[in-house]
């Protein structure tokens, strides 16, 4: 492999074109006036079915979430059920023009969908992450309705080693084209030079011509600055004969360009559409991004020539009470809590994410890894008693993997391809994790992590299957994709080394394995190495901050999420720096201080006298409440030179911090009143936190998110309810039920607290606080009009809020 990965791209995510493009593809959002229906229905494709009876839903939809929490399900999948389900929606078009084309385009339905348009067989897609889409066209009724039909298996309820949802849960599109068209996913726009001072970019549009006359099309495109100005265009013209394909290409220079960057993600406006006959027949609108990537085996990662680490976390799809269907603005809030940890880069774990999540990474400024699988052609253990408890089943993508993987994979990159924030393509997730499933007889020796049973197993496939696989995976993303390396990442080292797997990789992710960065770089030199998931404690981001050849880390996990249960009453894992509310817990603040600049501050406290950093972090709260006189432990974080602890007003010493974090640990008696840490720089207070002893829970506050809604679109406010005392001190270990009533033009969406062990509905407009805190939201229905939010504790006043939607 060579020593230099060097990219030169310019990329673009993808928008619904302009509803006013006179003419022009129509991409219409087809999320609302469906049915469903839990269960089986013998011929519920069939128009004339009567289903008077089902649920009126609005997409995106997860039916798992909705429960109940049952220990007879899979610890793996959240304790909840999968099933089969049905959909339907009926609608009308106005009247088509002649060899107007129609598609259905579904951004994920999981898993195992069938789809039907007026009685007629479409097609069947098992993977429940991969975008699809058929054409409806020929099967339309020209006069009257329409009616499609969906159908959702999800049997196999532990298929998989995390919650998955069920049912249509991400958006659906109806996509409307004239005879000639762009088809979906047909841009590709790339730069073989990109400057400071002058990018020069190629355009390729693909074209599809589905006439029966030839046809003489004018291809033009223009890029738009923030400002509005055009920075650059072009036009081409290309012949298509009747009923066929061509591909137009295009080139043209940006001079002076805003480059794309983490810090400062600047975007464009690319508009391409399609002439004929004087007459524009599609339009597509795209927000671009401009970047240069490069990687080298012995310096890392290089981002427009500057050399940098990812910051990264994990992250799967949910949100606790939303399930797998979770509306753009919540991630987008989500988002905008990692940024303020730091956090620069984001691993789409282990599969392809919402179309959403994508364009905000662009947006915000946020390095991507996507990821295709999690398991190929042999299945992996899917807990169901606790994780790594009992026996496991080997349900999953792996009984599809044969027949689809290579289409799947080949969707993935098309549908992705041309975002900014996407610097890497992940085939695969722990396919080598030793003896699930692959082993290999160096198992027998040596240092082995993560293994499942000790040493070689003789029965299961042997490691050396690994290489052909990876193989025609990785020409599957260069032939549709040659701008980024291709990565994944392996949890068995020790054992891949001795396959074809790592080298066929332009960059090797290591799970877990630290310790053989400085002897894999040793013997293979040229291999370029990460961290692709990793534990949160300081050695592990000082093994990348202290190794110019290590870009970067992955922890694992940006938020809690529902499954990979350790064993009832758990059902969701508590690995992320911030809790399935959005709320951040003791981890998230040591990130802060290793990986941001501003000055920060924070305390927790504890009975044990553990002194390994992270596990007091997990065994530890950021709260004064105690027994008088009990001994306790205080660990303070900061990223200031120094820091000093007050009891009351009294100094307990002042400690050297050193910039990084360094942990700072006190032991004294606990006194009720204030504990309080300030931090210095250059020998002046720059930054204080405090933990104080508070009384009873006596009120609740409620904070919107943000001041400004819109009238004219769905949007969803995320309301964080504190419970405190009568001084205004949240009460951690307040727990009082709360119920969360709306009226206007809005309604509760969910109600999370962050509670890995609760099994209250998510149904429920009533929900206990967990450490004195409740997150609401609250989506709105695309009106303008007032919204009140009241809020009734247990024991205490109510409270009113309202907002106003213009």
Not at 721 to 727: A, E, G, I, P, T
Request: glycine share 8%.
């Amino acid at each position: 492999m060579k020593n230099i990965y060097l990219l030169l791209f310019l990329f673009c995510c993808f928008c619904p074109s302009p509803a006013d493009a006179q003419d022009a593809e129509q991409n219409i959002l087809f999320n609302s006036g469906w049915k469903f229906m839990k269960g089986d229905a013998a011929g519920a494709e069939r128009p004339a079915y009567n289903d008077q009876n089902w649920r009126a839903v609005s997409l995106p939809h997860d039916w798992s979430i909705e429960g109940p929490f049952d220990e007879k399900w899979a610890s793996s999948t959240g304790y909840l059920p999968g099933g089969i389900a049905w959909y339907r929606k009926t609608f009308t078009l106005k009247p088509a023009a002649p060899g107007e084309k129609t598609f259905i385009y579904f951004d994920g339905v999981y898993k195992n969908s069938e789809v039907w348009i007026n009685g007629h067989y479409l097609g069947k897609r098992p993977n429940g992450y991969v975008s699809f889409q058929y054409e409806l066209s020929k099967y339309l009724n020209k006069t009257g309705s329409n009616t499609l039909a969906v159908k959702v298996d999800h049997t196999k309820f532990a298929d998989s080693r995390w919650y998955p949802g069920s049912g249509i849960y991400r958006n659906v599109y109806l996509i409307v084209k004239n005879p000639v068209y762009i088809p979906t996913w047909g841009i590709a726009f790339s730069t073989p030079q990109v400057t400071t001072e002058k990018v020069s970019a190629a355009l390729a549009v693909d074209i599809t011509n589905s006439s029966s006359q030839p046809a003489v099309i004018v291809v033009k495109s223009s890029l738009v600055d923030k400002q509005g100005k055009v920075a650059a265009s072009a036009s081409e013209q290309l012949k298509l004969g009747a009923s066929s394909r061509g591909v137009a290409q295009l080139s043209f220079a940006v001079l002076q360009p805003e480059l794309w960057s983490v810090d400062d993600p600047s975007l464009y406006q690319l508009k391409v559409s399609l002439v004929l006959n004087g007459k524009t027949v599609d339009q597509q609108q795209q927000q671009v991004g401009l970047r240069e990537i490069r990687y080298t085996a012995n310096e890392g990662f290089f981002l427009n020539g500057k050399n940098m680490k990812m910051k990264g976390v994990c992250i799967h799809h949910d949100a606790g009470a939303l399930g797998a269907a979770v509306p753009a603005g919540v991630w987008a809030w989500r988002l905008r809590k990692l940024k303020a940890a730091g956090v620069n880069a984001i691993r789409m774990s282990h599969y392809p994410h919402q179309d959403y999540l994508y364009k905000l990474c662009d947006q915000m400024g946020f390095l991507v890894m996507d990821e295709a699988f999690d398991e190929w052609e042999y299945g992996k253990n899917k807990w169901v008693a606790g994780w790594n408890k009992g026996k496991p089943t080997r349900d999953g993508y792996n009984e599809y993997f044969k027949e689809w993987a290579e289409s799947d994979l080949k969707d993935v990159v098309l549908r992705n391809r041309n975002h900014p924030s996407i610097v890497m393509w992940s085939i695969g997730n722990e396919i080598d994790y030793p003896n699930d499933p692959y082993s290999h007889e160096v198992l027998n020796t040596g240092r082995n992590p993560q293994i499942y049973g000790r040493g070689y197993s003789a029965a299961s496939p042997p490691a050396s299957e690994m290489g052909p696989i990876a193989r025609r995976l990785v020409k599957v993303v260069k032939d549709n994709d040659t701008t980024r390396p291709v990565t994944a990442a392996l949890a068995g080292v020790v054992m891949s080394n001795l396959t074809d797997y790592p080298g066929l990789l332009d960059l090797v992710g290591y799970n877990y394995q630290e310790y053989r960065y400085a002897e894999d770089h040793k013997q293979y030199p040229d291999r370029i190495i990460y961290g692709s998931e990793n534990g949160k404690g300081r050695k592990e981001w000082l093994a990348v901050d202290s190794n110019k050849y290590i870009f970067g880390q992955f922890l694992w996990t940006g938020f809690d999420f529902v499954g990979e249960a350790h064993g009832w009453p758990l059902r969701s894992s508590g690995a992320g720096l911030l809790d399935m509310a959005g709320f951040p817990k003791n981890d998230f603040y040591l990130r802060q201080a290793l990986w941001t600049t501003k000055p920060m501050a924070y305390l927790m406290v504890s009975k044990s006298n553990e002194d390994d950093e992270i596990r007091f972090i997990w065994n530890s709260a950021p709260s004064w409440n105690w027994k008088e006189a009990e001994q306790l432990k205080v660990l303070g974080i900061t990223n200031t030179e120094e820091a000093e602890l007050f009891l009351n007003g009294k100094s307990l010493g002042r400690k050297k911090a050193g910039n990084s974090g360094t942990p700072l640990f006190w032991n004294l008696n606990y006194q009720p009143g204030e504990l309080t840490m300030k931090g210095y720089a250059g020998g002046r207070e720059v930054v204080s936190y405090q933990l104080t002893t508070s009384a009873e829970a006596k009120q609740i506050t409620a904070t919107l998110d943000r001041e400004r809604f819109a009238g004219d679109v769905q949007e969803v406010a995320m309301i964080e309810l504190s419970l405190k005392d009568k001084d205004g001190n949240l009460v951690y270990a307040a727990d009082n039920p709360v119920e969360v009533k709306v009226e206007g033009p809005a309604k509760l969406l969910g109600l999370e607290s962050g509670d890995l062990a609760s099994h209250e509905s998510y149904q429920s407009n009533v929900r206990k606080a967990y450490h004195g805190k409740l997150l609401a939201y609250i989506q709105t229905n695309a009106k303008a009009g007032t919204v009140k939010v009241t809020i009734i504790p247990q024991g205490m006043a109510s409270k009113t809020i309202t907002y106003t939607l213009k």
